[in-house]
């Protein structure tokens, strides 16, 4: 997984700088509780998070306390009786919350790297608390109306641009979640965002009742093909299901698709396959189609109530791609020649069975088992061969090497104990400018797997930079799940972890670089925070990177050209069933957004859909409707599944700047720019905007088309 967890709202610190407090009086709310969650971080770098003061029994006091606190600078602000202005009101907003900013820093880490059963109570009880108390500041009519009167004096007036991008983001965000309607609208709004709520609910309990009802179990005849480690642990599962001496497939993608791909058993083959599709899609009482379409009704209400034509237009608006058009014609344009792709694959592996003498024509279910076969023919790649080239200190002392020649940052480990870490694991590092010496942030690497920390791999700040009230100094951290080496051994990580590394430190520079004045502006926008992220990885596979830190552990030699070459071209294989299935879902979700959900039947509608758009018959959706979580067990991806693409469009045209520079990937002027452009800026600046200041012109497909061994016409 790859995520980045942002701050809740605002971060600021309670103290008199700059603006709001010389000329105005402005009332604050001081701290009196002596929870040590709420506590101002002490100790060195403007002060560090108490780590070492962590206990669970203050949690939900201190996020509790927070909110009450924040709720209360909220309501001087929104009572203040001098006219609305930038300095009394959006300064103020961006101030507020500093205690419960610094609660919720402990709470993440409590819910990600350290979780325990008492945590997930604790998270329960306060779920529904945290959902009330930011409806509380998003239906504060007496602060909203300041925000518009600010909002429409910078019309007429503008205020300097970073200001100017602040106040029109927290406006329009305020403006969408229906601050803005009467008061009869507001409560019809409630009323559909609490509908709406218990429906994400039941769809998600109810894909997840399918995934655990339909399992598979295996004698030990049928397990042809399947690989040991894979046996091993379905016999492991059986056990723990009660059918101790079988093996059971589960209906979740971590079991079918291995399965899909290895297993020499055809019908067992389609049986899996036909219960994961099917999931949430199989007319009982965990059906999700109903609700699908009551979803889609109620969205569509929702943003009829602001003068919205459909859930798209209003979604997309503060989005990059900021129209379902512009997302549209990339997935339509991609999805042409991913198609004519999947062909190229399909009489790939139709050849592949005609020559074992399989008598099969290629369906669904044989698409990853054929693929695997053509891959091993076509590029043998052996892992452990690869991996012994991947060192994870060595990975890291890589990612530092490209920080200094791009961002000019230079690293430098702290001693233990010199500032509070929350597992004995976790490292922390110094990162300041190589010209001035300056201190720009701490960097924490927390890279181990164990009990309690959720799975994948994020980055998050602890603190952000902002300088309006003085500079603050960056928290940044990183987190894995590597396998910890014994005592005396080198941790070796495959390729795509490798991969994975940099991109989570590629997410860590973008905080650390931020030259940006307000927390606002270190707000994210979905279809362009994954971008700069992307991007990074593509230094892992630099000459500068290879020769210095891809070494063998043992020979200390570089991985040999050869290798890097059989790694770069595995990269494009079956990208014909990869993007095609992930652009079925993604087109299907834009499609679900723009129509008139009026009685639509999402089953009827899926498959006039892919008819229409001419879906290859061997694949289908990498979610189908009933089961597209992203979609519809919440809004997060509702209307915005195709923002993986549009950051991969960014990342393959960035890079194809760098490819072509005279320098290459490390060429200073286009380094300069990067960090200028696309990373300094975070959201103080328009990204399209931004993207256009970097490369001179809008971003085009046609480096992505290559990336992924597509013809560009
Ligand atoms: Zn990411």
Request: charged content about 30%; hydrophobic content about 35%; aromatic content about 12%.
């Amino acid at each position: 997984m790859r995520k980045t967890i942002q701050p809740l709202l605002g971060i600021g610190m309670l103290m008199c700088l700059f603006f709001s407090c010389t000329s105005e009086k402005q009332e604050e709310v001081q701290l009196t509780s002596k929870n040590p969650l709420l506590q101002e971080w002490q100790g060195p770098y403007g002060g560090v998070p108490a780590f070492d003061k962590m206990q669970l029994k203050d949690l939900q006091g201190a996020i509790e306390e927070g909110m009450a606190m924040k709720l209360k600078e909220i309501d001087i602000i929104a009572n203040n009786s001098d006219a609305p202005t930038f300095e009394n009101t959006i300064i103020p907003m961006e101030k507020s919350g500093a205690a419960l900013d610094r609660a919720f820093t402990y709470y993440g880490i409590w819910r990600s790297n350290v979780s325990s059963p008492e945590l997930r109570e604790i998270a329960k009880a306060l779920a529904p608390k945290i959902s009330d108390y930011s409806s509380k500041i998003k239906q504060n009519e007496k602060l909203f109306k300041r925000i518009k009167a600010v909002y429409e004096a910078s019309q007429k007036e503008p205020l300097e641009d970073e200001a100017q991008r602040i106040v029109e983001l927290i406006y329009t965000g305020f403006v969408m979640d229906g601050a803005d309607l009467d008061a009869e609208k507001k409560k019809q709004y409630a009323a559909i965002d609490k509908k709406l709520s218990s429906l994400y609910n039941s769809f998600s309990n109810n894909v997840l009742a399918d995934e655990e009802n339909y399992v598979v179990y295996l004698k030990k005849d049928q397990l042809s093909g399947l690989p040991e480690s894979f046996v091993k642990s379905a016999a492991k599962t059986a056990e723990e299901k009660g059918h101790a001496g079988e093996y059971a497939i589960t209906n979740t993608r971590s079991s079918m698709e291995p399965f899909l791909m290895y297993s020499d058993e055809r019908d067992l083959r389609k049986q899996v396959w036909t219960n994961y599709i099917k999931r949430g899609d199989n007319r009982d009482e965990h059906d999700n189609n109903k609700i699908i379409a009551e979803i889609l009704q109620l969205r569509n209400e929702r943003v009829a109530l602001l003068g919205y034509d459909n859930y798209a237009t209003w979604r997309l608006q503060n989005r990059m791609a900021k129209t379902p058009e512009n997302a549209m014609d990339l997935m339509e344009k991609v999805w042409v020649a991913s198609t004519a792709r999947v062909k190229e694959e399909v009489a790939d592996m139709q050849k592949v069975a005609d020559q074992r003498g399989d008598k099969i024509t290629i369906e669904p279910w044989d698409y990853r088992y054929y693929a695997e076969k053509v891959r091993k023919a076509k590029y043998d790649l052996d892992s452990d061969e690869v991996k012994q080239y991947l060192q994870l200190e060595k990975l890291r002392e890589a990612m530092f090497f490209v920080a200094g020649e791009l961002f000019n940052f230079q690293f430098r480990a702290l001693e233990e104990g010199k500032v509070p870490v929350f597992h004995e694991d976790v490292r922390v590092w110094e990162v300041s400018d190589k010209t001035s010496g300056d201190v720009i942030g701490l960097w924490y690497l927390d890279p181990y797997a164990r009990k309690g920390k959720r799975s994948g791999a994020w980055a998050t700040t602890y603190r952000s930079f902002t300088s309006y009230e003085g500079k603050k100094i960056v928290l940044a951290s990183n987190n894995s799940n590597f396998i910890k080496p014994a005592p005396g051994e080198v941790s070796l990580v495959s390729w795509s972890d490798a991969e994975t590394f940099f991109h989570e430190f590629g997410h860590a520079l973008h905080f650390l670089s931020a030259n940006v004045k307000y927390p606002t502006s270190n707000s994210g926008v979905r279809d362009y925070t994954e971008f700069q992220s992307q991007l990074l990885e593509r230094w892992l596979s630099t000459d500068k990177v290879i020769n210095g830190f891809l070494t063998h552990q043992k020979t200390g030699e570089p991985m040999p050209k050869s290798l890097v070459k059989k790694i770069e071209a595995a990269a494009s294989f079956n990208q014909g069933f990869n993007t095609t299935e992930y652009l079925a879902s993604a087109l299907m979700d834009m499609k679900y957004h723009t129509v008139d959900p009026t009685g639509i039947d999402p089953v009827k509608f899926e498959k006039e859909t892919l008819t229409a758009l001419g879906m290859p018959k061997e694949i289908v959706m990498r979610h189908r409707s009933t089961q597209f979580g992203h979609v519809f067990s919440g809004e997060g991806y509702a209307a915005a599944y195709y923002g993986y693409l549009w950051a991969d469009v960014l990342t393959s045209d960035a890079a194809e700047v760098f490819a072509n520079a005279p320098k290459g990937f490390y060429d200073k002027e286009v380094a300069d720019k990067l960090v200028k452009y696309l990373f300094a800026p975070r959201n103080a600046i328009d990204p399209a905007k931004a993207y256009k200041l970097f490369r001179g012109r809008d971003a085009r497909i046609e480096a992505l088309m290559r990336d992924r061994g597509f013809p560009t016409k």
